[in-house]
T-cell receptor
Framework: NAGVTQTPKFQVLKTGQSMTLQCAQDMNHEYMSWYRQDPGMGLRLIHY???????DQGEVPNGYNVSRSTTEDFPLRLLSAAPSQTSVYFCASSYSGVGGSGNTIYFGEGSWLTVV | AQSVTQLDSQVPVFEEAPVELRCNYS??????LFWYVQYPNQGLQLLLK??????LVKGINGFEAEFNKSQTSFHLRKPSVHISDTAEYFCAVSDPSGATNKLIFGTGTLLAVQP
């Protein structure tokens, strides 16, 4: 059971380039989300999805796009990378959301992104 | 809106000593509370969570936390730490009503266990 898989693990981008961080889960989880982790700021929610075809914004959505065409996949797109987007990105999933049921969230191992 | 405060960014402690990592939350409604641990270069994993019932919650690796509604706190404790407990610990909160389907994290506390 692979759990939550993120690719790539490391990426260096130039300012203005675009890229997609991939996230896949094999636990049939309805809820998926993306966080970014920066020193001294903890984890901040970028976007989340409560099911295929449904996405919503988190705390820091600007500069990022998401889509959810299948239950398994939740890619995060950087449209025009900026140095401020240098961060560690985590994808996470849970069975049916984090509100209402208190479900445990399962995290991927992270993607280290540097924008130069 | 809900928020979480972890006042200590780093807690140094000697091996086999007890430790308490502090977490305070702010919310106008009832909450679910969580502690996650992140070992170096890894993702986060759940230590324990409080949903309802007993205010003392036991988790993995000998950790426990106590929910204190009057003090809006959810401090994490371990009576005797090991070198292997060195990691970053995150407190998090969510809304049981499901009105906002978000898990909000604190800024984290680095537990540094010294021999």
């Amino acid at each position: 059971n692979a759990g939550v898989t993120q690719t790539p693990k490391f990426q260096v981008l130039k300012t203005g380039q675009s890229m997609t961080l991939q996230c896949a889960q094999d636990m049939n989880h309805e809820y998926m989300s993306w966080y970014r982790q920066d020193p001294g700021m903890g984890l901040r929610l970028i976007h989340y999805s409560v099911g295929a075809g449904i996405t919503d914004q988190g705390e820091v959505p600007n500069g990022y796009n998401v889509s959810r065409s299948t239950t398994e996949d939740f890619p995060l797109r950087l449209l025009s990378a900026a140095p401020s987007q240098t961060s560690v990105y985590f994808c996470a999933s849970s069975y049916s959301g984090v509100g209402g049921s208190g479900n445990t969230i399962y995290f991927g191992e992270g993607s280290w992104l540097t924008v130069v | 809106a809900q928020s979480v405060t972890q006042l200590d960014s780093q807690v140094p402690v000697f091996e086999e000593a007890p430790v308490e990592l502090r977490c305070n939350y702010s919310s106008s409604v009832s909450v679910y509370l969580f502690w996650y641990v992140q070992y170096p270069n890894q993702g986060l994993q759940l230590l324990l969570k409080y949903l309802s019932g007993s205010t003392l919650v036991k988790g993995i690796n000998g950790f426990e936390a106590e929910f204190n509604k009057s003090q809006t706190s959810f401090h994490l404790r371990k009576p005797s730490v090991h070198i292997s407990d060195t990691a970053e610990y995150f407190c998090a909160v969510s809304d049981p009503s499901g009105a906002t389907n978000k898990l909000i994290f604190g800024t984290g506390t680095l537990l540094a266990v010294q021999p």
